[in-house]
Every structure is written in structure tokens, then in C-alpha cells.
């Protein structure tokens, strides 16, 4: 089947073309002739079958193109999904006069507000966001006819579900709702049942969760060998590479992209602990290919939509199995091939992950490449844009300053102190306060 007989106009034909969209994914081909006549819709999918131009089109189709209101909205869990479906949306846009808007958090709300002053008809956005808006009536649903939950599994597990439920009770009762998940847990079907009209049930994920053209394999070895093997991992592969790297926390991805650099690898963090100009700067930096590795937290790393990714690498293996699902499912997509490889150092690790095969119905196999390789490490510089920036947080939500030495005014430590603060000498630092046991100090 080809995408003109699922009856699209001629300006979302022409787009699709362009992007080389030849034919369309079975949800795609199963969930567009369903929307494009305004009933409701749940659908099961794994992550990179095209889910977005399965809702995406329709919506485009059932604009009021005259009508400069919203018209259409679609909510995702993190800011980075929002970007990218809206990114896409505007694609099938390109020949047609639909406007289409994100609205996320982390963005001046001032400019959001510009945007959409100036009229915007299907707006992708965040929960929070959104009610952000709603409250103070810069979003309007009056004029909504179809309200869209992209990856509605992950909105249940990051807790936006009650947001998500306050919104849909604030969209007009006869809307149409297109609900898309990988996974149908109880709190997603009751609102399939008490949100939705006879919605039609639309499945292709069959047995397995987990995408065939994805190569998975596990590397077991000792914790300390991990940034080596990495390396080895990176350094064997077939070129032209790019991988996306998962670690567990902020400050572990910071650390590791640093280790690649060292060992000559061009790699960059993304977690989000990084303002919203350095998302974006990184985030290019990844979609052009300008470097090698992408070091990413699970949150940041949700709703990544870039096709040329060829390896996935779990060097903090994941607890979760559907979480291991969404985190290999960033390669492999547009009908390509990838490769994922999950570092295991201990016992429990591979436990959870033969959990995690049985669960996905999934082969994982023993990494062919079982001898680390050694490297050299280099310098690397501080001004390199290549590189992360390993910084702490610190308990006010920003980062510890650079240590100074040889300078007055220093606190206890080699920080630089505020200059309007008188500086202590380390003998009276703190020193008001009582020792466990002793008498307290009597205070005029």
C-alpha cells in the first residue's frame, strides 16, 4: 500500500515525498484511515514504527485552515519529544498552511505566549506546560477537536497522569482522542475506558516488545573495565558511528562523556541538569553527526528521534524492562539496523537482564568481543566544544564554582566568596557551633 491510497492530500504527499517516506508502516497503514474519520483510537506500537505520522497527518488533514485557534493538541512526557513531533508535524506541514507550536518547560513562557498570541492550530507540549497555559487562558480548548497521548506508558511512569486527566477534563466531550503506547498498563486503559469513545483498538507490537532489526548483547566484566570497554565498543564498530550511551544519573553521564574524550572520542552530556540553549546545541551537535557518542540519562534521552543512531550502550543497565525497551529502541528506526550492548559488572545485573529477555521475549547474546583494549588517555582541553562539562550540582539547583588559588577572599575549600561576605579564617569557620557533649556557647 502506498501513502496515496490512504487518501492524503496532495501538499502532505508532496512532504512526505520529499522526506522519503515511500510506504507506510503497518500502523500507520492501520491507524490513518481510522483518525482521518474522527474516531478514537488507542494503539500499541513499539518505539520506531512512525507513530508520530500516524496521528500526525490526520491531524493535518481535519485542520479548519481558515480558523487561527488551536485546534489540536498532543501531549508527550518530556520536552525533547515535544521538539521533535513538532519538528516532524511541521515537516508533513511544509506545503500546507497549518501552524504548529511547542510549548515545554524550560522555555521563556513569555515567548511561548508570543507564538501562540499569533496563532497556533495543533500545539505539542508537556503536561506542566500545558496547564501552565490553561491557567492562565494563553491556551484556549474551545475550539479543540482531537487531543492526541504520545507515549501515554512513560506519562504514567514520570506521574504526569493526573495532569494528563485535568487536561482531557478541560477538552470539549466531543473531541476525538488518539492514545499511542508500547505498553497498556491498568492506569492507561481506565483512561481508554472513562476518556474515550468507543475507541478502536489498533496493535501491532505482536509478541515482542522489542524491535527485530536490533542486535543485542550483553558484555559481562569487572566495573573498573568499563570506560575501556566502552571504548572498545565505540572503536570496533562499523563507521559511520553514532551512539547514544545511557547512564544512571546526571553526574555519571558527565563523567563518561569525559572518559571517551579522553580517550579520543568526541562525545557530549544530556541530562538535565543543562540549560535549554545547550539541549539544543547538543542535540545538533547529534543529529549532524559532529560527534561520536551521545551521553545521556533516561529522562533526557526520552523521545529521541534520530534515524542514524547505530548503537545503543547500556553502561548502566537499567532495572526496568520497559525502560530497556525504550532505551534500545533509538536505533534501529526508519527500517534500519542497530546494535545494542548492555555492561554488566555483577551478579544482580544479569539477573535483571535475563528478567528483562523473558519479559521482552527477546535474544540477548554474548558480546562477540570479549578483550578489553587498553587506551592511552589524552588532555583534554577545557575550551573543547567536544567534550562535557563534569561539574557537580550543587543544593541550589546550580554548579559548584571553579577552585581558585593564590587569591584573597577565598572560603575554606578554594572557593572564590561572595564579595559582599566577610572572609573567615579556617579557625573560626563554623566555629560557634557546640561540640556533641560539651556546654553551649552562652550568645548577647
Known amino acids: 500500500m502506498s501513502f496515496s491510497e490512504l487518501k492524503i492530500s496532495q501538499p502532505v504527499l508532496r512532504a512526505l515525498a520529499q522526506m522519503n517516506f515511500k510506504e507506510p508502516t503497518p500502523i500507520q497503514t492501520q491507524a490513518i484511515p481510522v483518525a482521518l474519520q474522527g474516531k478514537d483510537i488507542v494503539g500499541q506500537a513499539k518505539t520506531g514504527t512512525g507513530k508520530t505520522a500516524a496521528f500526525g ?74 496547564i501552565d497555559h490553561l491557567q492562565r487562558r494563553t491556551i484556549s480548548l474551545k475550539h479543540v477537536h482531537a487531543v492526541v497521548l504520545d507515549e501515554a506508558d512513560r506519562m504514567l511512569d514520570m506521574g504526569f497522569i493526573d495532569d494528563v486527566k485535568y ?31 468507543s475507541p478502536q483498538s489498533i496493535r501491532v507490537s505482536e509478541d515482542k516488545l522489542t524491535v527485530e532489526a536490533i542486535k543485542q548483547f550483553y558484555w559481562s566484566l569487572d566495573p573498573r573495565e568499563k570506560p575501556d570497554a566502552l571504548a572498545t565498543i565505540l572503536k570496533n564498530a562499523p563507521k559511520p558511528l553514532l551512539a547514544l550511551v ?104 544479569i539477573k535483571q537482564l535475563r528478567l528483562t529477555a523473558r519479559m521482552a521475549n527477546a535474544e540477548i547474546k554474548e558480546y562477540p568481543i570479549n578483550k578489553v583494549e587498553r587506551f592511552e588517555r589524552v588532555a583534554v582541553p577545557q575550551a573543547d566544544d567536544t567534550q562535557t562539562h563534569l561539574q557537580r550540582p550543587d543544593n541550589r539547583g546550580g554548579r559548584y564554582p571553579q577552585r581558585h ?40
Do not use: W
Request: glycine fraction near 8%.
Open 57 to 130: 497527518i490526520p491531524l493535518l488533514e481535519r485542520l479548519f485552515q481558515e480558523q487561527l485557534a488551536v485546534q489540536a493538541i498532543v501531549l508527550v512526557p518530556t520536552r525533547e519529544l515535544a521538539i521533535q513531533v513538532k519538528e516532524e508535524i511541521s515537516q508533513f506541514a511544509k506545503y500546507t498552511e497549518a501552524r504548529v507550536l511547542a510549548v515545554y518547560g524550560g522555555e521563556d513562557i513569555n515567548k511561548q505566549i508570543h507564538s501562540l498570541q499569533k496563532g497556533a492550530q495543533i500545539v505539542v507540549g508537556t503536561p506542566g506546560r500545558f
Open 405 to 444: 588559588s593564590g587569591q584573597q577572599g577565598l572560603r575554606q575549600g578554594g572557593f572564590r566568596s561572595n564579595s559582599r561576605m566577610r572572609p573567615q579564617s579556617p579557625r573560626s569557620f563554623g566555629s560557634e557551633r557546640p561540640q556533641r557533649g560539651g556546654r553551649r556557647p552562652r550568645y548577647r
Open 167 to 197: 487536561i482531557l477534563s478541560q477538552a470539549p466531550k466531543d473531541r476525538q482522542t488518539m492514545l499511542f503506547s508500547a505498553t497498556m498498563p491498568g492506569a492507561i486503559i481506565e483512561i481508554a475506558q472513562k476518556q474515550m469513545r
Open 246 to 349: 545511557f547512564c544512571r544519573t546526571k553526574f555519571g553521564a558527565d563523567r563518561v562523556g569525559r572518559m571517551l574524550c579522553e580517550r579520543g572520542f568526541k562525545a557530549l552530556a544530556l541530562h538535565g541538569n543543562l540549560t535549554q540553549a545547550r539541549r539544543d546545541h547538543v542535540m545538533n551537535k547529534f543529529k549532524s553527526g559532529a560527534i561520536d557518542a551521545l551521553v545521556a540519562t533516561d529522562l533526557a534521552a526520552r523521545g529521541l528521534n534520530v534515524p542514524d543512531v547505530t548503537h545503543v550502550i547500556n553502561y548502566d543497565p537499567s532495572n526496568d524492562p520497559l525502560t530497556y525497551v525504550h532505551r534500545i529502541g533509538r536505533t534501529a528506526r526508519a527500517g534500519k539496523e542497530g546494535e545494542a550492548v548492555s555492561l554488566v559488572s555483577n551478579v544482580a545485573e
